[in-house]
C-alpha cells in the first residue's frame, strides 16, 4: 500500500506491518512534516538575516558558543561537539573564520596536539553588531509568531526529544 493512502486513511498507528514499520497516521504526519517544513524556512530565513554581515548560520553558531565561553575560547573538539559538525569541517570553518579575522586558533598548554579557537577583538565586535539583528529575526519570525502559553507549551514539548537526542550523540 501507498504510504501516503496509508497515511491518509489510517486516524492511527495500524498493527506494524510485515518488515516492522509502524507507519504515522494523518495527525502525526502533517505534525512530522509541518516540523520539517518549519526547520527549512527557519533555517533559510535566519540565514537571509545574516547575509548582509558576510556570515552563514554556522559562523553566527561558532560566534556564540565562543563569545559565551570563559576567556571567549573554546577548544576544538568541544567547539565541534557543540556546533555538531566533524573535526574537519569545522577545522575548514575555522580556516574560513580564520581569514576574516573572526578566530584564530591557539595551542593548548599541555596537549601538543589541542588547539583552542579562540574569537578575536573582531570576533567579537562583529558578535556585537549582528546579535540584535539575528534576535529581531528569531522574535519576528519565530518567537512572536506564537501566544505565550504556546511558548511553554513548546518547550515543553521539545526538551523531552532534545534530551533524547543529546543522549545519543555519545553513541556510535
Not at 504556546?150 to 532534545?162: F, N, T, W
Request: proline letters at 6%; glycine letters at 6%; aromatic letters at 6%.
Amino acid at each position: 500500500m501507498d504510504t501516503s493512502a496509508r497515511t491518509a486513511l489510517s486516524p492511527a498507528p495500524s498493527p506494524p506491518d510485515a518488515d516492522g514499520t509502524l507507519w504515522l497516521n494523518a495527525e502525526e504526519q502533517r505534525l512530522w512534516r509541518a516540523h520539517l517544513e518549519v526547520g527549512r524556512l527557519l533555517a533559510y530565513q535566519m540565514e537571509r538575516g545574516l547575509q548582509p554581515f558576510g556570515l552563514a548560520i554556522n559562523d553566527y553558531t561558532i560566534l556564540v558558543e565562543l563569545s559565551e565561553a570563559p576567556e571567549r575560547r573554546m577548544r576544538m573538539t568541544d567547539l565541534a561537539v557543540a556546533t555538531l559538525q566533524s573535526k574537519s569541517r569545522l577545522s575548514h570553518q575555522i580556516t574560513r573564520m580564520e581569514a576574516a579575522g573572526l578566530v584564530t586558533r591557539e595551542g593548548c598548554p599541555g596537549d601538543r596536539r589541542g588547539l583552542y579557537a579562540v574569537l578575536t577583538e573582531h570576533g567579537w565586535e562583529t558578535m556585537r553588531q549582528v546579535a540584535p539583528h539575528h534576535v529581531r529575526s528569531v522574535r519576528e519570525h519565530f518567537i512572536d509568531r506564537l501566544e505565550p502559553e504556546q511558548i511553554s507549551s513548546m518547550y515543553e514539548s521539545l526538551a523531552p526529544i532534545a534530551d533524547h537526542l543529546r543522549g545519543l550523540r555519545g553513541r556510535g
